[in-house]
């Protein structure tokens, strides 16, 4: 049985689970992991171009995701 096939018969909260399971295991060893070079090429436009928004307090910011990822799983 293929991994792809085993995760489709996870449940929704099992599937979480699995991730949050591969993402320790994945964030333990951060050194083994290398960004795609976009990831450069994205920061360095940022770092080039600011935005021009004031930053939120890290509270805040986590509130405003939850209220637009809830939002569109509202939306269907």
């Known amino acids: 049985m293929s991994l792809e096939n085993m995760l489709s018969a996870l449940t929704p909260i099992e599937k979480l689970a699995a991730m949050n399971i591969l993402w320790r295991d994945l964030s333990s060893n951060p050194a083994g992991l290398s960004s795609p070079d976009w ?4 920061l360095a436009n940022r770092i080039a171009n600011p935005s021009v928004e004031p930053g939120l307090p890290i509270d805040a910011a986590f509130e405003d995701i939850k209220e637009r990822m809830n939002a569109r799983r509202a939306k269907g």
């Open 39 to 42: 990831h450069g090429d994205v």
